[in-house]
């Protein structure tokens, strides 16, 4: 292993631990992707739930553009590698 997959392995590990820790003390987590637009990401709620979200310029507040869907959720989950609650 390379140093800088050690670098990223280590950091994908602490992110996933605070995914934890922030869902188990009733917040929600936020999950960046370049996949999605600017300014949106999801939100992950500890109910399990998943927005997808956006951050207005002029705001301090998220609003929400809708829910996911189960299957959507799932998708999400996987491609990042998330384990449900």
């Known amino acids: 292993m390379t140093t800088l997959q050690f ?3 280590t950091g994908d590990e602490a992110v996933k631990k605070l995914r934890l820790q922030k869902l188990r003390s ?3 987590f936020m999950i960046n992707s370049s996949e999605l637009e600017s300014n949106h990401c999801y939100l992950e709620y500890p109910d399990g739930t998943i927005m ?3 951050l207005e310029n002029s705001a301090r507040d998220f609003k929400v553009v809708r829910e996911l869907t189960p299957a959507e ?3 999400v ?3 990042y590698g998330l384990s449900r609650l």
Do not use: D, S
């Open 7 to 9: 670098i990223r392995k």
């Open 26 to 28: 009733g917040y929600p």
């Open 52 to 54: 997808l979200v956006y």
């Open 73 to 75: 959720e799932q998708t």
């Open 77 to 79: 989950r996987e491609r």
